[in-house]
């Protein structure tokens, strides 16, 4: 079964869609694993008052429930299951620790490390069907919510309480909110307001033992003893499921302004990155090189944004309700002209300018997916970011020099967004080849600079060989211990992140 999709379509679109990948029909489960499934199955519907369209095990199902964004890893299910409760859940857990059957939990299934693949046999637990958004609580700006609801949904509640829920990314109109608090989804936001963990108050979560916990409640101060509410933000499942949140909303931005700005080498972008955020509170600062710019302008989708060509660019946003903080930005920008650190710039005059010109940073994903691109997401210190491309480019062009790389992300916070196309004369097959020996280079550079060889998409299983480039063994041994105490029998998500 082969199905395209795309990693970040525009988030104003917000369609779903993934970065050409290649599935492979599911296997079959395992022989053995066939009856203890069966008898959960049927165990559901006779004792715990599911009805049939709570479980699906047709073929196409499976496909569709039993993988993510990823394709690297053939699903595999053997069942899929729709709880409407945390009850329910628990109920699901316990007879997973009865029969020894491993659960997959599955939200918008738009993460790209496989942490939302059943690859082998698994029950996927789809939370499709939890998509409610409880009590709004104005005075605490606070909000419950159910795991499946989707992240546009709480973002347009936020909206009608003339609030505002920043966490946003490409994937807004299809991710869940148990999936971003399982991987704690970052996007592009994060230089001002933070990743998901720092808008989750509370937490209901199954864990792995089949036991239900209420986290911290929703309390801004909360001096008990451990946060366990934490170790299940980023957990990708292995710890317990997720069921409700309560989550923390803020007031809406005003008046934001969108600056696209040309720099001809990445001492510029950092320069230009510390005289704005010296003076003013950026809500985005996202950066794109030429051969991205090279890509869009051929793909025709978006204008040039101004008339010179540079060797890189930089998007930033800003909020300017006050005259005088108009005034201050564009005081900046001529500094930064007369500095040399800018070649050539544009700043929106209108909402819908600001939306043309974020699609410059939003569309390169799809635009270059067409050349099968190799991804990689990782971060290091904003400091370290001028000197880790270089390394990197440099590591790409000597050893492999037809291959092209376009680099785009978050420079903001130091996520930044690898990807390498695939050159026309070299097959799909080849082509990975040859980037898994470039993925050594890459995380060895990652980890000389002590970075994360997963920024925002979580470890699952694609990025689970690397793990120890960016965490040590007695770090690992810890968390494994921790995956111990909450799911003794690994029946939660097991083969993501680490094997035990």
């Known amino acids: 079964m082969t199905e395209s999709i795309t990693e970040n379509l525009p988030a104003h679109a917000r369609t779903h869609a993934a970065d050409q990948a290649v599935v492979n029909e599911p296997n079959l489960a395992p022989a053995a694993n066939s009856a203890a499934v069966q008898a959960i199955l049927d165990a559901l519907i006779t004792t715990h008052n599911f009805d049939s369209s709570q479980i699906k095990t047709d073929s196409e199902s499976l496909v569709h429930w039993g993988k993510d964004w990823t394709k690297h890893f053939a699903p595999a299910a053997s069942a899929i299951i729709f709880p409407k409760t945390t009850e329910q859940v628990q109920a699901i857990v316990l007879l997973a620790n009865e029969y020894n059957v491993v659960l997959t939990p599955s939200g918008g299934r738009t993460g790209l490390s496989a942490g939302a693949v059943a690859a082998n046999g698994e029950i996927v637990v ?12 104005p005075a605490d700006r606070l909000v419950e919510i159910e795991a499946g609801v989707v992240t546009e949904q709480l973002q347009q509640f936020a909206k009608s309480k003339d609030l505002y829920y920043p966490v946003d990314f490409a994937s807004a109109g299809s991710s869940q909110m148990g999936g971003n608090i399982g991987t704690n989804a970052g996007g592009i936001k994060v230089i001002r307001y933070g990743m998901t963990r720092q808008w989750i108050m509370g937490l209901t979560v199954v864990t792995g033992r ?11 101060k909360n001096a008990t003893g451990y946060d366990l509410r934490q170790l299940f933000i980023g957990s990708e499942g292995t710890l317990g499921f997720v069921t409700h949140a309560q989550i923390k909303l803020d007031r809406a931005p005003q008046d934001l302004n969108v600056m696209v700005l040309g720099m001809d080498s990445f001492d510029d972008v950092m320069n230009v990155l510390s005289a704005f955020q010296a003076k003013i ?7 794109f090189d030429d051969v991205a710019i090279d890509k869009l302008m051929a793909h025709g989708q978006v204008q040039e944004p101004f008339e010179s060509r540079t060797r890189f660019y ?8 006050y005259e005088p903080i108009m005034d201050k930005a564009m005081a900046i920008f001529e500094h930064c002209m007369s500095e040399g650190w800018v070649v050539d ?9 600001a939306t043309e010109l974020w699609k410059l ?18 971060s290091v210190l904003i400091t370290h970011v001028p000197d880790f491309i270089a390394e990197i480019d440099e590591v790409v062009s000597r050893n492999y020099p037809d291959f092209e790389v376009c680099w785009f992300g978050h420079i903001g916070d130091g996520n930044l967004h690898l990807n390498i196309l695939k050159p026309e004369h070299l097959s799909k097959d080849a082509f990975f080849d040859a980037c898994q020996i470039v993925n050594k280079y890459v995380f060895e550079i990652v980890q000389k600079y002590g970075g994360s060889v997963s920024a925002e998409h979580g470890v699952g299983m694609t990025k689970k060989p690397y793990l120890e480039y960016s965490r040590t063994p007695l770090e690992i041994e810890y968390l494994k211990a921790v995956k111990k105490v909450f799911d003794p029998n690994n029946i939660m998500n097991r083969g993501k992140i680490f094997d035990i």
């Open 126 to 137: 789809s939370f499709d069907k939890m998509n409610s958004i409880g009590k709004f609580y």
């Open 314 to 321: 930089t998007l930033l946003e800003f909020e300017a309700p």
């Open 345 to 353: 710039g544009v700043m929106s005059q209108s909402i819908a300018q």
């Open 361 to 378: 940073r939003e569309y390169i994903s799809e635009t270059i997916s067409v050349f099968t691109p190799y991804k990689n997401d990782v």
């Open 210 to 220: 089949g036991d239900i916990l209420h986290l911290n409640r929703g309390m801004v």
């Open 281 to 287: 509170d950026l809500t985005a600062f996202e950066f």
